[in-house]
């Protein structure tokens, strides 16, 4: 019948199906203004969709059991709506640039990651409800030679529910709290080089 029967020594649990489909239209809505030749500014507006499904892990309500409630079993879709203002700037005849953004992601029907209610060590895909992402994103690109550069990027990120939820951790979490798994700061930093060859390709490393 298409599921997979374990066997009845191991935990009793039962056996659902499902699938996941998904007809939605999104949009995109982009548009920039070039202030000189070494300054663009830009406006993003778009929307993603997060296909639902399934949780694969057997169903039962032992509590000593390897399952979930079947409440859990399916998790429906996750949309989300983008707002994103920036500027993308060249400095130094171009060996140096500067760009930057900040941005709101609306979120409705948000997954996360979280605790089953029927037994807590198993972590599944939950739906949170409404959530909202807003921050800060700078990134900063040196050439240092002919074939060598390094950059460096820094996010601030908030992320936190619109609504009380009592999906993520099998209790109430309140409007404003913060998403699990979403650091405030992010840094990262690379340096890199371009090795030319003789077939005509080059070699990249960082």
């Known amino acids: 019948d298409g599921c997979t029967q374990f066997p009845i020594d191991f935990f009793d649990a039962g ?77 130094l005849n171009n060996t140096l640039t500067l760009n930057g953004a900040i941005y709101l992601m609306d979120y409705e029907n948000i997954h996360v990651f979280g605790p089953s209610q029927v037994n807590p060590a198993i972590f599944i895909t939950k739906s949170a409800g409404q959530a909202e992402s807003t921050g800060i994103e700078l990134e900063l690109t040196a050439a240092l030679g002919q074939f060598w550069w390094t950059a460096a990027g820094y996010t601030y990120n908030e992320s936190e529910l619109s609504q009380d939820s009592d999906g993520i951790y099998n209790e109430t979490v309140k409007k404003g709290d913060l998403l699990p798994g979403t650091p405030r700061n992010q840094f990262s930093w690379y340096i890199a080089n371009r090795f030319p060859m003789q077939n005509g390709l080059d070699f990249l490393f960082r």
């Open 15 to 91: 056996c659902e199906q499902g699938d996941a489909s998904g007809d939605e239209s999104i949009f995109m809505f982009n548009t920039s203004y070039q202030f000189t030749e070494a300054m663009l500014g830009y406006v993003t507006v778009s929307e993603g969709y997060g296909l639902g499904g399934s949780n694969p892990v057997p169903v039962c309500d032992d509590p000593a059991g390897n399952c979930i409630a079947e409440s859990e079993a399916f998790v429906d879709p996750e949309t989300v709506t983008n707002y994103e203002l920036g500027m993308r700037t060249a400095w």
